[in-house]
T-cell receptor
């Protein structure tokens, strides 16, 4: 199993550009989520999904869209990038929504918006 | 608003010392508290605590939860340089599906 994979590892965008951060897992996990981590801060939940076709907002959803058309993939879209979205983004998955102790994190995507 | 506060934010000790990291929280609907270790990349899971007063232990690391006073501590004894990392505390809010609220983290540096 590859676990949770994220692409790209690094990305630089200009203000106003759009892009999609990819996240995939091969463990047949129902629950997937996206977090951002800013310097000196913990992780903040952006969006999450409890299964294919179902998504919901987390703590900081503004400026981001998600979709979950398959169990494996959970892409995060930045519609019009802003410097405030410069951050490290982590995708995570777990078997069910009730099993936070078995949540696996991807390696992260470091995004810089100029 | 749910809040998780960790202290200290940064700690530097010598190898062999014992350290205690603190985590206090305010959440509407507490379900569990988790500790993670984050080195250069993604956080890795250490402990999940749901009941007060029951110590969880793994090697030199241990943790306990006090649900009355709304805090948890993470102890590391006989520290080693490999323990250097950011330690994150997170609380699961039972209102929604697996909503984790993270603290800012404690950056622990172990000097040889």
């Amino acid at each position: 199993n590859a676990g949770v994979t994220q692409t790209p590892k690094f990305q630089v965008l200009k203000t106003g550009q759009s892009m999609t951060l990819q996240c995939a897992q091969d463990m047949n996990h129902e629950y997937m989520s996206w977090y951002r981590q800013d310097p000196g801060m913990g992780l903040r939940l952006i969006h999450y999904s409890v299964g294919a076709g179902i998504t919901d907002q987390g703590e900081v959803p503004n400026g981001y869209n998600v979709s979950r058309s398959t169990t494996e993939d959970f892409p995060l879209r930045l519609l019009s990038a802003a410097p405030s979205q410069t951050s490290v983004y982590f995708c995570a998955s777990s078997r069910t929504s009730g099993r936070v102790d078995t949540q696996y994190f991807g390696p992260g995507t470091r995004l810089t918006v100029l | 608003e749910d809040k998780v506060v960790q202290s200290p934010l940064s700690l530097v000790v010598h190898e062999g010392d014992t350290v205690t990291l603190n985590c206090s929280y305010e959440v509407t609907n507490f379900r569990s508290l988790l500790w993670y270790k984050q080195e250069k990349k993604a956080p890795t899971f250490l402990f999940m605590l749901t009941s007060s007063g029951i110590e969880k232990k793994s090697g030199r690391l241990s943790s306990i939860l006090d649900k009355k006073e709304l805090f948890s501590i993470l102890n590391i004894t006989a520290t080693q340089t490999g323990d250097s990392a950011v330690y994150l505390c997170a609380v699961e809010d039972g209102e929604g599906a697996q909503k984790l609220v993270f603290g800012q983290g404690t950056r622990l540096t172990i000097n040889p």
